[in-house]
């Protein structure tokens, strides 16, 4: 169907510091025992979209990306992975791989999206307006633990950032206006002659930008070429795109007009005019019309440009994985309400539990793990070959491989990453333990990062 | 239900009139098994309803004439009312059928409407659609959604989204071009079919290519035989649609004098280019635009036409006959005009044709020569097309008007909406017909049938 697909699969990220390591970048970052990458990547090969472009931040984080794809994908998928110098931003990891880019549109899907939503369904959208962008919208998720206690000090400085405001055109299939993160706490601008044109705006708070979007492949490297200070895609190409929709440069038209014209040499332009306008006539007009027309009427220059929304149904899951809340939300929701999302048993085939042991709904172990006596485990994922003593009780946390907690020890609402070593009787809440932590016995932490010290 | 003649199509019309209209041309024989052919709607088709017939025809060049003119007859429609037939064509169909919920007795053989609840499933299935092209899928979903309607807009954007595919075809290894792109085009006409039934202006323009993909020579080359395809595509849009919309502009200008009263009903873009034609060579004369719900169409007419400087008066299909005292001629548009004169065009206008010839004035039907078609219809029962059954029963604008909301379900059953979209319009209340073969009474559409549309698919 004439699309490429992109995934920015990023590396690095501030937000998740503790939990990403040189040996685990983002991309690989755990969810429920998988990789976050593996729900993107499975989505897409579900639609049958079998060539892509997976493109990460670093040398070394593209090298255990492209290890652990050509492991698990072994047949479906055709993955290309493109390794761009860290820090440059979207935008920039998109210029870098600008010349591969071939297709007639290029659908480009963020990473550490974990959701169920269709991409054909994006694609089907942008190609019906023939637009220029279309973004996925969704509700804005519920975050939150149910038992959360104070907030940790990551939380306090989560900014209300994430959240999106969204201008839509009165049948919610145009994007008028986006703002998002540091734009929302001061004030927003709207651009005069899109209100003027549209009539009606409808302004929402309440969904958010998913970062899968398509583009049409001629404008984005247009506005990749001529605008170099753009770094981010959600924060300066979309946004910038969505203003100029009606008074777009010439320069971004002439090379679909030059497409155009190539094919139609056989008749004359003013039977061309005539059908451009028996076409537009019939169609159902948008406030795009008056400002594409010339005064005599003919459609032929074009000024504007079209940007669609999608708004994905309330019902489907969406979720981002760019902070730690979100990715402890994340983890609890792929266990409990969207188990969809997963292809296989919640519990392995071979964990070991001691005896007065209960695991919860919810859970989820993995192979060879085992648990002693009158251990509790509720709302929690607990990776591969873990060996976890007795009385000992976790409650909402995620607990990544080969970890080994002593008996007596009490972790609440806490991410444990790989090869973490817990002694006896300690209490975890609302912690970060790095990779390749030793946390000595009979210690409490509450609300604190503990990481071992880069050598 | 005391209709029971009209709900059985009458067994006389069809073939006697096939049997009339090929006499001239072939012997009693023929004549006899052209009429068998063409049997009663009870003969279903499979897959897309006129690949059969005329791929049927087209098979080979060689044969005699007169053969395939019979068998160019127009085949027998699907009957929805038929459990067996329906449900193969449901396994069959790449969208998922909606359930027929509550539908009028009368109309239970039409297919039901395909409401924007298809579209989550079609977009699911995007990527999947290997044998669709993009710009057939994407004509697909503007049928579906109604963001191209107009029996001309629709027949340029899939003739369009044709051209496209051919451009892109590539002939598979051991196979003939003109088979597989026939069975292709073929697949993407059961695509558009289901996403909206198709008009009759569609059907004619899928058989004429259809005939140019047979007629090709077998010496050509692939790029030669696709070049020749795209332009006989561009030389039908041209000279059919657009050379013929600019010759019916020129007669019927001059069937408007200075002081005139026109009425038009919906949006027809022949009449909108008419009236447009007529102001700009400096007629003086009102236009009054009649609209009906659900759709309203003639607002979109009306915003253009005031754009262009005429003075309009917008009224509702219920003030027609308080408005028709005034008007000095009514300009009408059609998807269709049948074999025996029978105007096929939006619900709606026969009543405004009916007024019209009791206030004796005169109706002129605009409509190009290529939407003609073969068949005989006397009512809009036997073939129409359904629309979306709660448009009727909604108000845009007005969520206060809603008193079908609130009824529980027992009463619901009791409830049939209806919504048609095409009416028939008899012979009778049709002055003149402005085509591009000039202005013919109603009675002369069977000898422009009869003439002019061999000489298109023999060319």
Same mark, same amino acid.
């Given at each position: 169907?004439d699309?490429?697909?992109?995934?920015?699969?990023?590396g690095?990220?501030?937000?998740?510091?503790?939990l990403?390591?040189?040996d685990?970048?983002?991309?690989l970052?755990?969810v429920?025992?998988?990789?976050?990458?593996?729900?993107?990547?499975?989505?897409?090969?579900?639609?049958?979209?079998?060539?892509?472009?997976?493109?990460v931040?670093?040398?070394d984080?593209a090298l255990?990306?492209?290890?652990?794809?050509?492991?698990t994908?072994?047949?479906?998928?055709?993955v290309? @992975?493109?390794?761009?110098?860290?820090?440059?931003?979207t935008?920039?990891?998109?210029r870098? @791989?600008s010349?591969h880019l071939?297709?007639?549109?290029?659908?480009?899907?963020?990473g550490?999206?974990?959701?169920?939503?269709?991409?054909?369904?994006?694609?089907a959208?942008?190609?019906?307006?023939?637009?220029?962008?279309?973004?996925?919208?969704?509700?804005?998720?519920?975050?939150?633990?149910?038992?959360?206690?104070s907030s940790?000090g990551?939380?306090?400085?989560?900014?209300?950032?994430?959240y999106?405001?969204i201008?839509?055109?009165?049948?919610?299939?145009?994007?008028?206006?986006?703002?998002t993160?540091?734009?929302?706490?001061?004030?927003?601008?709207?651009?005069?002659?899109?209100l003027h044109?549209?009539?009606?705006? %409808?302004?929402?708070?309440?969904?958010?930008?998913?970062?899968?979007?398509? $583009?049409?492949?001629?404008?984005?490297?247009?506005v990749?070429?001529?605008?170099?200070?753009?770094?981010?895609?959600?924060?300066?190409?979309?946004?910038?795109?969505?203003?100029s929709?009606?008074?777009? %440069?010439?320069?971004?038209?002439?090379?679909?007009?030059?497409e155009?014209?190539?094919?139609?040499?056989l008749?004359?332009p003013?039977?061309?005019?005539?059908?451009?306008?028996i076409?537009?006539?019939?169609?159902?007009?948008?406030?795009h019309?008056?400002?594409?027309? %010339?005064?005599?009427?003919s459609?032929?220059?074009?000024?504007?440009?079209?940007c669609?929304?999608?708004i994905a149904?309330?019902s489907?899951?969406?979720?981002?994985?760019?902070?730690?809340?979100?990715?402890?939300? @994340?983890n609890?929701?792929?266990?409990?309400?969207?188990?969809?999302?997963l292809s296989?048993?919640?519990?392995?085939?071979s964990?070991?539990?001691?005896?007065?042991?209960?695991?919860g709904?919810h859970c989820?172990?993995?192979?060879?793990?085992?648990?002693g006596?009158?251990?509790?485990?509720?709302?929690?994922?607990?990776?591969?070959?873990?060996?976890?003593?007795?009385?000992?009780?976790?409650?909402?946390?995620?607990?990544?491989?080969?970890?080994?907690i002593?008996?007596?020890?009490?972790?609440?609402?806490?991410?444990?990453?790989?090869?973490?070593?817990?002694?006896?009787?300690?209490?975890?809440k609302?912690?970060?333990?790095?990779?390749? $932590?030793?946390v000595?016995m009979?210690? %409490?932490?509450k609300?604190?990062?503990?990481?071992?010290?880069?050598? | 239900?005391?209709?029971?003649?009209?709900?059985?199509?009458?067994?006389?019309?069809?073939?006697?009139?096939?049997?009339?209209? +090929?006499?001239?041309k072939?012997?009693?024989?023929?004549?006899?098994?052209?009429?068998?052919?063409?049997?009663q709607p009870?003969?279903?088709?499979?897959?897309?309803?006129?690949?059969?017939?005329v791929a049927a025809?087209?098979?080979?060049v060689?044969?005699? !004439? +007169?053969?395939?003119?019979?068998? *160019?007859l127009?085949?027998?429609?699907?009957?929805?009312?038929?459990?067996?037939?329906?449900?193969?064509?449901?396994?069959?169909?790449?969208?998922?059928?909606?359930?027929?919920?509550?539908?009028?007795? =009368?109309f239970?053989?039409?297919?039901?409407?395909?409401?924007?609840?298809?579209?989550?499933?079609?977009?699911?299935?995007?990527?999947?659609?290997? /044998?669709?092209?993009p710009?057939?899928?994407?004509?697909?979903?503007?049928?579906l959604?109604?963001?191209?309607?107009?029996?001309?807009?629709?027949?340029?954007?899939?003739l369009?989204?044709?051209?496209?595919?051919?451009?892109?075809?590539?002939?598979?290894? +051991?196979?003939?071009?003109?088979?597989?792109?026939?069975?292709?085009i073929?697949?993407?006409?059961?695509?558009?079919?289901?996403?909206?039934?198709?008009?009759?202006?569609m059907?004619?323009?899928?058989?004429?290519?259809?005939?140019r993909?047979?007629?090709?020579?077998?010496?050509?080359?692939?790029?030669e035989?696709?070049?020749?395809l795209?332009?006989?595509?561009?030389?039908?849009?041209?000279?059919?649609?657009?050379?013929?919309?600019?010759?019916?502009?020129?007669?019927a200008a001059?069937?408007?004098?200075?002081?005139?009263?026109?009425l038009?009903?919906?949006?027809?873009?022949?009449?909108?280019?008419i009236l447009?034609?007529?102001h700009?060579?400096g007629?003086?004369?009102?236009v009054?635009?009649? *609209?009906?719900?659900?759709? =309203?169409?003639?607002?979109?007419?009306l915003?253009?036409?005031?754009?262009?400087?005429?003075?309009?008066?917008?009224?509702?299909?219920?003030?027609?006959?308080?408005?028709?005292h005034?008007v000095?001629?009514?300009?009408?548009?059609?998807?269709?005009?049948?074999?025996?004169?029978t105007?096929?065009?939006?619900?709606?206008?026969a009543? #405004?044709?009916?007024?019209?010839?009791a206030?004796?004035?005169? !109706? =002129?039907?605009?409509?190009?020569?290529?939407?003609?078609?073969?068949? !005989?219809?006397?009512?809009?029962?036997?073939?129409? /097309?359904?629309?979306?059954?709660?448009?009727?029963?909604? #108000?845009?604008?007005?969520?206060?008007?809603n008193?079908?909301?609130?009824l529980?379900?027992?009463?619901? /059953?009791?409830?049939? =909406?209806?919504?048609?979209?095409?009416?028939?319009?008899?012979?009778?209340?049709?002055?003149?017909?402005?085509?591009d073969?000039?202005?013919?009474?109603?009675?002369?559409?069977?000898?422009?049938?009869?003439?002019?549309?061999k000489?298109?698919l023999?060319?």
């Amino acid at each position: 169907m004439d699309f490429q697909v992109v995934v920015l699969a990023g590396g690095n990220s501030k937000n998740l510091t503790p939990l990403i390591s040189k040996d685990v970048p983002k991309p690989l970052l755990p969810v429920a025992n998988r990789p976050v990458l593996y729900y993107v990547l499975h989505q897409l090969r579900q639609s049958n979209l079998k060539d892509l472009i997976v493109v990460v931040e670093g040398e070394d984080a593209a090298l255990h990306v492209g290890g652990w794809i050509s492991k698990t994908f072994v047949d479906g998928l055709h993955v290309e @992975i493109a390794a761009v110098p860290e820090d440059i931003g979207t935008a920039g990891a998109l210029r870098a @791989i600008s010349h591969h880019l071939t297709a007639k549109d290029i659908l480009v899907v963020s990473g550490d999206l974990v959701s169920d939503v269709p991409p054909g369904a994006v694609a089907a959208t942008h190609r019906r307006h023939d637009a220029a962008v279309t973004a996925m919208l969704c509700s804005v998720p519920v975050s939150g633990s149910l038992e959360s206690g104070s907030s940790g000090g990551k939380d306090k400085t989560r900014k209300p950032g994430r959240y999106n405001i969204i201008g839509l055109d009165p049948c919610k299939q145009f994007l008028l206006h986006i703002a998002t993160g540091s734009e929302i706490e001061k004030d927003s601008r709207l651009q005069k002659h899109i209100l003027h044109a549209v009539g009606q705006m %409808e302004i929402r708070s309440d969904l958010m930008d998913a970062h899968m979007y398509a $583009f049409k492949r001629s404008v984005l490297q247009e506005v990749l070429d001529q605008k170099d200070t753009f770094q981010s895609l959600k924060q300066d190409i979309v946004p910038y795109l969505v203003r100029s929709q009606l008074k777009s %440069e010439a320069l971004l038209n002439g090379i679909s007009q030059a497409e155009e014209n190539g094919n139609e040499k056989l008749s004359s332009p003013n039977n061309q005019v005539l059908v451009s306008k028996i076409l537009a006539n019939a169609s159902t007009p948008s406030f795009h019309e008056p400002y594409s027309m %010339e005064p005599d009427g003919s459609a032929q220059t074009r000024k504007t440009h079209k940007c669609c929304a999608y708004i994905a149904s309330s019902s489907s899951y969406c979720v981002r994985l760019n902070s730690i809340q979100a990715f402890m939300d @994340i983890n609890r929701d792929v266990t409990g309400e969207a188990d969809h999302l997963l292809s296989d048993n919640i519990i392995g085939p071979s964990p070991k539990l001691g005896t007065k042991t209960t695991v919860g709904p919810h859970c989820m172990l993995g192979e060879g793990s085992e648990m002693g006596d009158k251990c509790q485990v509720k709302r929690s994922v607990i990776g591969r070959h873990c060996r976890i003593g007795s009385h000992v009780k976790i409650v909402n946390s995620v607990v990544m491989n080969h970890v080994t907690i002593g008996d007596g020890c009490i972790i609440q609402g806490s991410v444990v990453c790989s090869n973490v070593q817990l002694q006896e009787r300690v209490v975890l809440k609302d912690c970060l333990v790095g990779a390749g $932590f030793v946390v000595t016995m009979g210690n %409490e932490y509450k609300g604190e990062s503990l990481a071992r010290k880069e050598k | 239900m005391s209709f029971p003649i009209l709900m059985k199509p009458l067994p006389l019309s069809l073939k006697d009139f096939n049997f009339i209209a +090929e006499a001239n041309k072939s012997n009693a024989p023929g004549g006899a098994a052209s009429s068998k052919s063409v049997k009663q709607p009870p003969q279903k088709k499979d897959g897309p309803p006129v690949a059969s017939s005329v791929a049927a025809s087209e098979r080979g060049v060689d044969r005699p !004439v +007169e053969k395939e003119r019979k068998k *160019d007859l127009p085949p027998p429609r699907m009957q929805f009312d038929d459990e067996s037939r329906v449900g193969k064509a449901k396994r069959r169909s790449l969208l998922n059928q909606p359930e027929a919920r509550n539908r009028v007795e =009368l109309f239970r053989h039409l297919p039901p409407h395909k409401n924007g609840s298809q579209l989550p499933y079609l977009e699911s299935k995007f990527f999947e659609l290997h /044998e669709m092209h993009p710009s057939v899928y994407k004509v697909g979903l503007q049928y579906l959604t109604g963001d191209t309607s107009g029996g001309n807009a629709r027949c340029i954007a899939m003739l369009q989204a044709f051209q496209e595919a051919i451009r892109d075809y590539s002939t598979p290894p +051991e196979k003939t071009l003109n088979r597989d792109l026939t069975s292709k085009i073929g697949g993407f006409v059961s695509f558009l079919i289901e996403c909206r039934p198709l008009s009759m202006s569609m059907g004619n323009a899928i058989r004429f290519l259809k005939s140019r993909i047979a007629r090709l020579p077998l010496t050509l080359s692939e790029s030669e035989a696709k070049a020749a395809l795209c332009s006989d595509i561009d030389r039908f849009i041209n000279e059919k649609i657009v050379l013929a919309d600019k010759v019916i502009l020129r007669h019927a200008a001059t069937k408007i004098r200075d002081g005139d009263v026109l009425l038009t009903y919906g949006s027809s873009c022949v009449v909108e280019m008419i009236l447009l034609y007529a102001h700009e060579i400096g007629k003086q004369f009102r236009v009054v635009v009649v *609209d009906s719900r659900p759709m =309203l169409e003639g607002q979109k007419l009306l915003r253009r036409l005031v754009a262009k400087g005429l003075s309009c008066t917008y009224t509702q299909l219920n003030a027609i006959s308080y408005v028709m005292h005034e008007v000095t001629r009514v300009f009408l548009g059609a998807s269709s005009i049948f074999s025996n004169g029978t105007v096929y065009s939006r619900v709606g206008t026969a009543p #405004v044709a009916m007024v019209a010839h009791a206030f004796h004035v005169p !109706v =002129l039907v605009c409509c190009e020569a290529y939407k003609f078609h073969e068949r !005989v219809q006397l009512d809009s029962i036997c073939f129409n /097309e359904l629309g979306d059954p709660d448009a009727v029963s909604k #108000v845009p604008g007005r969520v206060d008007v809603n008193y079908l909301d609130n009824l529980t379900d027992k009463q619901k /059953e009791n409830l049939q =909406l209806l919504n048609l979209k095409y009416d028939a319009t008899p012979s009778d209340y049709i002055s003149v017909i402005v085509t591009d073969y000039g202005m013919i009474p109603p009675t002369s559409v069977p000898v422009i049938v009869r003439e002019y549309r061999k000489e298109y698919l023999l060319i």
